[in-house]
């Protein structure tokens, strides 16, 4: 690539690679499996688990893409032995991230849908019942779906026709900085609701009672879950950024930094539900149907409702689509890796290509709703299937025996990558650990999640 561009400045990386970790599973699926699993309890246990276990992965995602200076489907040329064939994986990373955009634009129009919504009081008026059809009138309406799905990708790719610089980086450091914002407000009004005691009680008081009922094994392995699949590593998604900056900061400082802002959104998002459903009685649910069903009644209940449900869906909005910005970058990498084109033309061509690709989600809750496979379901589930259970724990491992194999690049050359640089370094005395008993515990976590999927019911 020539001319090929870098990060302007340190926090543009980290707000960028932030953004792209940080995804509508940090707000609407933490909160519940942490209230479920005894609260402050399981969140020390995920807490653990992130350092043990999304550390490592993210160090070498980062390593590989810094040293090779390539977006992930070239990545793995510049770097292996001759006669290796790590690079085959770069493919299947690129489609991975192809995958991703396929459910998430829906999933972000979605939001995007229903800040509009809340902004102009469709919910002010209905009754509890009536604000649950809302969403499953959108979802059977096609020509919504479509449109909504077609305005996430517009505002993705537009922000990246800008740039790197001026684009990718100023955009997502704004996005990033008033989500932050946007979340204390909304947490700071939760927590200060009559009766959100009761909700900061059920979130943050240890309960080792529901640890018991739930198993502790299942406790640890939901944690174990949680702490991996948060950060969308496997499928080159953060490398791309690691090839965009310079050798100025060791890369295990920069990934905990990461981490950090990643956790910090999704233990923000429980101030603002738990606290929220509790005041008003609301059983706090999972998934879409706490964010669309449940949520709106929370703030019409609230003085001022309309303005808090509109200010919550613009942060939501944001979450979203900070994560499509920072994966249509990837895209966008690939094509120019690839193909030598302009960034232009790069642009132009994936946005029609992700839109056709989009198409089959956004239909698949109307038009195609029939279509369902046996364990898995609709065209929606069994995207996020191909991307969460296989290619995210599969990829991970991938990095992590190229960057510890001698038949790979080999921990010697990965090590001193990482380490290249002022700040936090990575410990080389942990090589049997990455090398060794992190790829098993990856492998368990497949596994697993495959036996969940088909064998537990």
Known sequence: MENRENFKSRIGFIMTSAGCAIGLGNVWRFPFITGKYGGAAFVLFYLVFLVLLGLPIMVAEFAVGRASGKSAVRSFHALEKPGSKFHLYGYFAAAGNYLLMMFYTTVAGWMLSYTVKSARGIFSELSPDEVAAVFGASLANPGEQVVWMLVAIALGFAVCMRGLKNGVEKVSTVIMTSLLCLMVVLAVRAVTLPGAANGLAFYLKPDFSKMAENGIGEVVFAAMGQSFFTLSLG??????????????????????????????????????????????????????????????????????????????????????????????????????????????????????????????????????????????????????????????????????????????????????????????????????????????????????????????K
């Open 235 to 456: 499928i080159g998604a953060l490398a791309i950024f690691g090839s965009y900056i310079g050798k100025e900061k060791a890369l295990a400082g920069e990934a905990a930094s990461i981490i950090g802002l990643d956790t910090f959104v999704a233990l923000m998002a429980g101030f603002i539900i738990f606290p929220s459903c509790f005041a008003f009685n609301v059983n706090p649910g999972q998934g879409p149907g706490l964010i669309f069903a449940t949520l709106p009644n929370v703030f019409n209940a609230m003085p001022f409702g309309r303005v808090w449900g509109t200010l919550f869906f613009v942060f939501m909005s944001f979450a979203a689509i900070s994560t499509v910005i920072a994966v249509f970058e990837n895209i966008i990498a690939f094509a120019i890796d690839m193909h030598g084109w302009s960034r232009k033309k790069s642009v132009l061509v994936n946005f029609a290509l992700v839109t056709v690709l989009s198409i089959p989600c956004a239909l698949g809750f109307n038009v195609w709703s029939g279509v369902q496979i046996p364990g898995i379901g609709g065209i929606q589930d069994v995207e996020d299937f191909i991307v969460s259970n296989n290619l995210l724990p599969l990829g991970s491992l991938v990095y992590l025996v190229f960057c510890t194999s001698r038949y790979g690049w080999g921990f010697k050359n990965f090590i001193a990558e990482a380490n290249t640089g002022s700040g936090l370094k990575f410990p080389a005395g942990i090589r049997v650990y990455i090398s060794y008993i992190l790829p098993a515990v990856v492998l368990f976590i497949w596994a697993v999640g495959y036996i969940q999927k088909f064998f537990v």
